[in-house]
């Protein structure tokens, strides 16, 4: 399946939420204990309590930068000393940063439940960092360095000054995310639309569901017969389709939900 990635305007969706937190994950704990399949579609929000910008958190800048000025084939063409200074001064601010209890929380559910997938937007590595190893990474690997040669793949292991240069053959090396009008990751998406397909529960956490084709995934999964929960303190594209939305941050709607489930399993 071959999908570029693109963005959508927002769906104007906005619903009253009623604040029932406890209920709500009471409610989610009991559909994921049903399960035998789950998948966890994440997006930057997910990271945000780690102190990751989200994508468009100030007026359409991404920290600081037009997404069409750094994120696209054409902008590394034009100009590859700009789009490096921008995800160098990226990978510069992950140094510092750390997991935070979603991404814990979603770590040791993989080790709970007997199919657990994650399928993320994501290219900061936070997921792993916290264990999770069933991973699918749609948008790629901030930390990779890939060739525009010949394709060779390396990882960052610091933070260079300059632009880096593929140590197979001296050809300047690219970063290895997915830009706006580029095809996912071979083999990835396929996979991705294998675990929404498959899956009983899926949880959309973080994500504003603008981004295509990731943001496809929950509505398939829908159409599948899943039940669907939102994590998300905004409405989103997502939210009218879906089966539970929980307008709360992830970073204290997984702890929450992690200890009704301890609860339930004990009783
Ligand atoms: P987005 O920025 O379009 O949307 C973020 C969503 O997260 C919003 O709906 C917001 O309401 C929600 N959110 C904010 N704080 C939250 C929290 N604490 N808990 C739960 N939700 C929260 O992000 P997107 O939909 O992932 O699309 C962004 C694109 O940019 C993706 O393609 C991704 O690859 C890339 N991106 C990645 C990172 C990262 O790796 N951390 C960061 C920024 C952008
Ligand atoms: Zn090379």
């Known amino acids: 399946m071959l999908v570029p990635m693109q963005s959508v305007k927002e769906c104007c969706y906005n619903a009253a939420m009623n604040d ?9 704990a009991n559909e994921l204990r049903k399960a035998s399949r789950i998948l966890c579609l994440t997006g930057a929000g997910v990271s945000a309590e780690s102190g990751v910008p989200t994508f468009r958190d100030a007026e359409g800048l991404w920290e600081g930068a037009r997404p069409e000025e750094v994120a696209t ?15 160098l001064a990226r990978r510069q601010n992950l140094v510092a940063v ?6 814990e929380v979603i770590g040791r559910f993989e080790q709970i439940f007997p199919e657990f997938d994650v399928v993320t937007q994501n290219v900061d590595g936070l997921h792993q960092q916290a264990g999770s190893e069933r991973i699918q990474c749609l ?3 901030i930390w990779i360095d890939r060739c525009t040669e ?3 793949e390396e990882r960052a292991t610091s933070v260079a000054e300059a632009r880096p240069m593929c140590p197979k053959c001296g050809e300047p090396s690219r970063p290895g995310v997915v830009w ?3 095809m996912l990751p071979p083999g990835v ?8 397909s498959l899956a009983e529960v899926v949880l959309v956490v973080g994500t504003s569901s603008q981004v295509y084709p990731a943001a496809s995934l929950a509505d398939f999964a829908k159409r599948n017969g899943a039940f669907v929960a939102e994590i998300n303190p905004n409405a989103t594209a997502f939210s009218a389709s879906a089966d539970l939305v929980i307008p709360r941050e992830a970073g204290k709607m997984f702890p929450e939900l992690e200890s009704r489930l301890a609860k339930i399993v004990q009783k």
Do not use: I, K, T
Not at 73 to 87: G, L, N, T
Not at 98 to 103: G, V
């Open 73 to 87: 084939p054409e902008a590394f063409e034009r100009d590859p000393d700009h789009v490096w200074r921008f995800y």
């Open 139 to 141: 948008h790629g690997d």
């Open 180 to 182: 706006f009008g580029e």
């Open 189 to 196: 998406f396929e996979r991705a639309v294998e675990l929404a």
């Open 98 to 103: 750390r997991p935070n209890p979603a991404h």
């Open 150 to 152: 010949c394709g060779h």
């Open 20 to 28: 029932n937190f406890p209920q709500m994950c009471e409610r989610l």
